[in-house]
């Protein structure tokens, strides 16, 4: 981070204790990761200890590492039966609200389509034929304890000088998605991209064309 965001972040520090103070309230919970900034704050006031290797919070329903300044996911595959109940009590138990792993999801989503398609009740079998997709899927689920994405925008000492937002999306017969980047560009011509937010859909059970997608 910068120098300037480091100030940033101490003048907002200030003006939040000068707020609670007025309305005689006690600060007692805040977590910030960057040490330089935690000097600001009132003794008793941060919730974890600095010198901690992995101390995690949640933020936007995800995993938060305060150390390193990381989005992380926290898996834990249940054992669920194979019906059509337990393949969407699965596939729904990632929470992934910035759409980080939109793609991964989306072949979930699609097998529990599938079932759908099949007319196959709550409690019905997986069928064999999506038996081994599902297989693979939560083969692949463990994996996502592995991604670790970074909460900042722009790296450390990055002196951003342009920023511009770009959009994609695309469609086809299985599902549609749309994803959004941050491209920065700096004082000294460097460029740096970061995935913003994606989001992903199975295409709708109803037909349709893919350029109406």
């Known amino acids: 981070m910068c120098a300037h965001a480091y100030s940033f972040g101490c003048r907002c520090i200030c003006i939040s204790i000068s707020v609670v103070v007025y309305c005689m309230l006690l600060l007692v919970f805040y977590v910030n990761w960057s040490r330089t900034v935690k000097k600001n704050f009132p003794p008793g006031t941060i919730n974890y ?8 919070e949640r933020a936007p329903g995800v995993q938060w590492c305060v150390t390193s300044d990381e989005f992380q996911f926290r898996v834990i595959v249940k054992e669920n039966p194979l019906t059509r109940r337990g393949v969407l009590s699965t596939a729904a138990s990632v929470f992934d609200p910035l759409g980080f792993v939109a793609p991964f ?59 511009e937002l770009h959009h994609f999306s695309d469609a086809s017969v299985s599902g549609y998605g749309e994803c959004s980047y941050l491209r920065v560009i700096s004082t000294s011509g460097e460029v740096h991209c970061t995935l913003v937010m994606g989001r992903s859909r199975v295409a709708p059970t109803k037909v349709t064309t893919t350029p109406r997608l």
């Open 49 to 56: 200890d600095s010198d901690s290797e992995h101390h995690m």
């Open 105 to 163: 999801i989306l072949v979930g989503k699609r097998i529990v389509q599938q079932m759908c398609r099949y007319k196959l009740s709550w409690d019905d079998t997986l069928l064999d034929n999506l038996r081994p997709l599902w297989e693979s899927w939560l083969l692949d689920l463990k994996n996502l304890a592995d991604v670790k994405i970074q909460r900042c925008y722009v790296p450390p000492n990055f002196k951003a000088l342009h920023y």
